[in-house]
Each structure stands twice: as structure tokens, then as C-alpha cells.
């Protein structure tokens, strides 16, 4: 059974910080790999898709790298704002369940 | 549409009623995903249509849920008989073609769900 896993839970950093946030993912057997954004009461919004053949994808200060391999995705968010403030969530699609598999997410706070 | 459409966005109901919850998926999608999230929780699978069959139904909680999806468009989740443990927000997203696997899925935002 697939299981995603996004360390930290939670981060507060100042604005500015370049920062990391992980996570792994225990099958590598994915077709693909998807960061999303949730504010709080909201719904899920898409800021990346790798597919299973990349390496990574990047959206203006968003960076996302995948390892299928060894299991791990990482979201580099450059040169931090208040605004990037949001739980996110790392998710793959199983090959087997076909269907997305969520990790917990890492609820970030970016402090002025 | 231009984006996954759920309704209503916020219902309350009383213990024990039914509660229909509405996903109108991007027009030409043809996979339909229903997941629930708890307060302070991570997303729980339910159910997903590929067109208007359900393959993977094994996410429904008990027999006091069902799906349906008619005309590979809009879907329906039913509660019956609600009961408390039954507040989440209940989140649908859709995809162009699971088969095809190397594209997105794109969420509403929602129906939060609240029984009292």
C-alpha cells in the first residue's frame, strides 16, 4: 500500500528564506506527482506536475524535483512571502490504485 | 466549466437527514474523484468514476454512502442518515484521462458538510 510522507509537519520561517519542504513516498511504482496549495477553508490548488519521466518542474519562485527511484520529491520555495502562507501537500498517483495518494502536508507560515 | 464547481459550498443539517453534495467536473473529463478531509485531518479517498463506471469504490466509509454519474458529467454523493462524524469538507477534483496518467488533477473548493 502506498504511503506519502511530508516532513516537516510545520514551519515558520522569516520572509525572505529560501526554504525546503519533503516529501517521500514509499512504492515507486507512480505514474506521476503532484504539489498542491491549500489556504485555509479552501480547496486544493495545483502549483506543480512531474510526471513519472521528469526530474523536475518549475513555476516562477516554485521548484519541484523528483527521485522516483529513491522515493522522494522536494518544493523549493525561493525568496519567501507572507502570502505563500498554506498547507501543501505532496500527492502521486499509484499505479496500482490509480488514484492520488495525499501525504499529511506541511502547514508553512512565512512571518514578515 | 472553466473549474471544478461543487454545491452547495457550505450545507448544515440535523443528525439523521439526508444530504446530497453536487461536482460539476471540467467538461471532457473523464475521471471524477470524491475525497473528504476532516478538521485538521489529510485527505481520505472515497470513491472514483472513469466515465460513469466506479471502479475503486473501497474509500466509501460504510453503506450510509453512495455515488453516482450520469452522462460522464456531473456527480452526486449521497449521506444518508447523517451522523456527526459525518462533518468534513468534501472536496471533488477531476482529471482528462486516468488512463493517460500524465495529466493533473484540478479540485473545487468544496462542500464543508456540518451535522448537528
Known amino acids: 500500500k502506498q504511503e506519502v510522507t511530508q516532513i516537516p509537519a510545520a514551519l515558520s520561517v522569516p520572509e525572505g528564506e529560501n526554504l525546503v519542504l519533503n516529501c517521500s513516498f514509499t512504492d515507486s511504482a507512480i505514474y506521476n506527482l503532484q504539489w498542491f496549495r491549500q489556504d485555509p477553508g479552501k480547496g486544493l490548488t495545483s502549483l506543480l506536475l512531474i510526471q513519472s519521466s521528469q526530474r523536475e518542474q518549475t513555476s516562477g519562485r516554485l521548484n519541484a524535483s523528483l527521485d522516483k527511484s529513491s522515493g522522494r520529491s522536494t518544493l523549493y520555495i525561493a525568496a519567501s512571502q507572507p502570502g505563500d502562507s498554506a498547507t501543501y501537500l505532496c500527492?502521486?498517483?499509484?499505479?496500482?490504485?490509480?488514484?492520488?495518494?495525499f501525504g499529511q502536508g506541511t502547514r508553512l507560515t512565512i512571518n514578515p | 466549466g472553466a473549474g471544478v464547481s461543487q454545491s452547495p459550498s457550505n450545507k448544515v443539517t440535523e443528525k439523521g437527514k439526508d444530504v446530497e453534495l453536487r461536482c460539476d467536473p471540467i467538461s471532457g473529463h473523464t475521471a471524477l474523484y470524491w475525497y473528504r478531509q476532516r478538521l485538521g485531518q489529510g485527505l481520505e479517498f472515497l470513491i472514483y468514476f472513469q466515465g460513469n463506471s466506479a471502479p475503486d469504490k473501497s474509500g466509501l466509509p460504510s453503506d450510509r454512502f453512495s455515488a453516482e454519474r450520469t452522462g460522464e458529467s456531473v456527480s452526486t454523493l449521497t449521506i444518508q442518515r447523517t451522523q456527526q462524524e459525518d462533518s468534513a469538507v468534501y472536496l471533488c477534483?477531476?482529471?482528462?484521462?486516468?488512463?493517460?496518467?500524465?495529466?493533473?488533477?484540478?479540485f473545487g473548493s468544496g462542500t464543508r458538510l456540518t451535522v448537528v
Open positions: 500527492a502521486v498517483i499509484d499505479q496500482g490504485a490509480q488514484k492520488l495518494v
Open positions: 477534483a477531476s482529471s482528462s484521462n486516468v488512463l493517460r496518467r500524465g495529466d493533473g488533477y484540478t
